[in-house]
């Protein structure tokens, strides 16, 4: 079992930064490929980021590529995402999500059927 605790959102202006982080527990954090949803307003969840166990692959969505950072760090059973040069649209609930049984080297990026727990999210409002 992995339970997840999401932490960083708020309101920040456009052209700003906000760091979320992920606390998890459970024993199988450090095997488990890592990754970050999105769900806006009247919108269907989507994938934003992922990373591997190893942190040695990344991948993002065309949106945020070259404006959002994730890493992990396996000892501190944290999952990390550095979002920079926000714009309105970006403004939604974040999630944080567990794959346990995926190294994490996704083709095309992370799934909703690939997530075996998710957090409860946290609120990031960016405004115009």
């Known amino acids: 079992q992995v339970q997840l605790v999401e932490s960083g959102g708020g309101l920040v202006q456009a052209g700003g930064s906000l760091r979320l982080s992920c606390a998890a527990s459970?024993?199988?954090?450090?095997?488990?490929?890592m990754g970050w949803f999105r769900q806006g307003p009247g919108k269907e969840r989507e994938f934003v980021a992922a990373?591997?166990?190893?942190?040695?692959?990344?991948t993002y969505a065309d949106s945020v590529k070259g404006r959002f950072t994730i890493s992990r760090d396996n000892a501190a059973n944290a999952l990390y995402l550095q979002m920079d040069s926000l714009k309105p649209e970006d403004t939604a609930v974040y999630y944080c999500?567990?794959?346990?049984?995926?190294?994490?080297?996704?083709?095309?990026?992370?799934?909703?059927?690939?997530?075996?727990?998710w957090g409860q999210g946290t609120q990031v409002t960016v405004s115009s």
């Open positions: 459970g024993r199988t954090f450090s095997s488990s490929a």
């Open positions: 999500a567990a794959d346990r049984h995926s190294g994490g080297y996704y083709h095309g990026g992370m799934s909703s059927f690939d997530v075996d727990y």
């Open positions: 990373i591997s166990w190893r942190s040695d692959y990344t």
